[in-house]
T-cell receptor
Framework: DGGITQSPKYLFRKEGQNVTLSCEQN?????MYWYRQDPGQGLRLIYY???????QKGDIAEGYSVSREKKESFPLTVTSAQKNPTAFYLC?????????????FGSGTRLTVV | GQNIDQPTEMTATEGAIVQINCTYQ??????LFWYQQHAGEAPTFLSY????GLEEKGRFSSFLSRSKGYSYLLLKELQMKDSASYLC???????????FGAGTQVVVTP
């Protein structure tokens, strides 16, 4: 079955470390997105990519980096410059069709700074 | 940009009906989505409205009024498993990007 896979499910980061969150999809979707979710808040867009080798900053890109070398993969690196990285991270993909651009979400990665 | 407002929390009893309102301000309208999110899980798609009116899908219905910048999600015959956060979202700017509201936490009590 097609889907979108995020790993790991839980991740712990020490102060000053960079960590990379994985996101892989086999839906043949062109666009991929990274969102951050904090308690009591909605999803905030970090980065998005519409095609391979191209990506754009979202609303809260500072302290994060991404790459899109393959259509299937859109990893997110949380750098030491991100001062408050503890959050729930969601990856999504989409493609135009069927009349709307609804997302398919991964199951999320919960990142905690220790 | 978009400004999306929805209530923070709503409580209802099993078997009842709950209506979750969402108001939005957008420079260009390309539809409105509703997602359901259980705690610690990914959001799942519930509905998409692009034209005015009510769309019914089983126990869940979604309404849109573009002139008023208003939508609601109606949950009927509430079940305990409907306890979740419900997110309203609208396309924002370039192709495919969604802007989400903060979500409405629905608590279903016995």
């Amino acid at each position: 079955d097609g889907g979108i896979t995020q790993s790991p499910k839980y991740l712990f980061r020490k102060e000053g470390q960079n960590v990379t969150l994985s996101c892989e999809q086999n839906l043949n979707h062109d666009a991929m997105y990274w969102y951050r979710q904090d308690p009591g808040q909605g999803l905030r867009l970090i980065y998005y990519s519409q095609i391979v080798n191209d990506f754009q900053k979202g609303d809260i890109a500072e302290g994060y980096s991404v790459s899109r070398e393959k259509k299937e993969s859109f990893p997110l690196t949380v750098t030491s410059a991100q001062k408050n990285p503890t959050a729930f991270y969601l990856c999504a993909s989409s493609t135009p069709g069927q009349g709307h651009y609804g997302y398919t979400f991964g199951s999320g990665t919960r990142l905690t700074v220790v | 940009g978009q400004n999306i407002d929805q209530p923070t929390e709503m409580t209802a009893t099993e078997g009842a009906i709950v209506q979750i309102n969402c108001t939005y301000q957008t420079s260009g309208f390309n539809g409105l989505f509703w997602y359901q999110q259980h705690a610690g899980e990914a959001p799942t798609f519930l509905s998409y409205n692009v034209l005015d009116g009510l769309e019914e899908k089983g126990r869940f219905s979604s309404f849109l009024s573009r002139s008023k910048g208003y939508s609601y999600l109606l949950l009927k015959e509430l079940q305990m498993k409907d306890s979740a956060s419900y997110l309203c979202a609208v396309p924002s700017g370039s192709w495919g990007k969604l802007q989400f509201g903060a979500g409405t936490q629905v608590v279903v009590t016995p």
